[in-house]
């Protein structure tokens, strides 16, 4: 199957603070905990995905995108349904010359690469609901490089990811 869904965007903002209390307080956002410095991690009310927009500090707030190093788009993250797709996507882009990275970020599996023009994107998987606490609790840091054969054999290749179902996931992250 193709590529299924938007599963969140990224940010380069001028003021992570700024930009947090406005899509908290105007459209309904919640700032989650796991953030580091220089960024948040937001959740839309009702979403059971881990974030559904990330804000990074930019290192210049004038507009640009970050190529330049100013305020913008960072990344959209496109979701697969299964693992065996991001494969047959992981094999694509790299045919392509387009693939740039590949991050195990717990919640998600996770490919990098850049259109022709030089805009990012991700394409990733989400680990199913019921595993999610245990991917996250073994969690060392932050992200870890993808060992997508090792998912592959954890997960098996065709097991269904997100979309999330369950908002109460996140719940003990909240806590």
Request: hydrophobic share 40%.
């Amino acid at each position: 199957m193709p590529i299924q869904r938007l599963n969140h965007a990224v940010l380069f903002v001028s003021d992570v603070a700024r930009s947090t209390d406005f899509y908290c307080d105007v459209l309904g956002f919640r700032a989650l905990p796991q953030a580091f410095p220089g960024a948040a991690f937001l959740q839309a009310a009702g979403s059971a995905n881990d974030h559904d927009l990330g804000l990074f500090q930019s290192q210049d707030t004038a507009p640009g995108g970050h190529r330049a190093g100013g305020v913008g788009l960072y990344h959209l993250a496109w979701e697969v349904d299964t693992l065996s797709e991001l494969r047959r996507v992981q094999v694509r882009l790299a045919e392509a010359g387009a693939l740039t990275g590949a991050s195990n970020h717990a919640s998600t599996k996770a490919l990098y690469a850049r259109d022709p023009d030089g805009l990012d994107f991700e394409v990733c998987w989400l680990v199913p609901d019921e595993a999610v606490v245990a991917e996250l609790s073994a969690m060392t840091s932050p992200t870890r490089p993808l060992d997508l054969d090792a998912e592959i054999a954890k997960y098996g290749a065709d097991t269904p990811g997100g979309p999330r179902t369950d908002p109460t996931v996140w719940q003990h992250l909240r806590t």
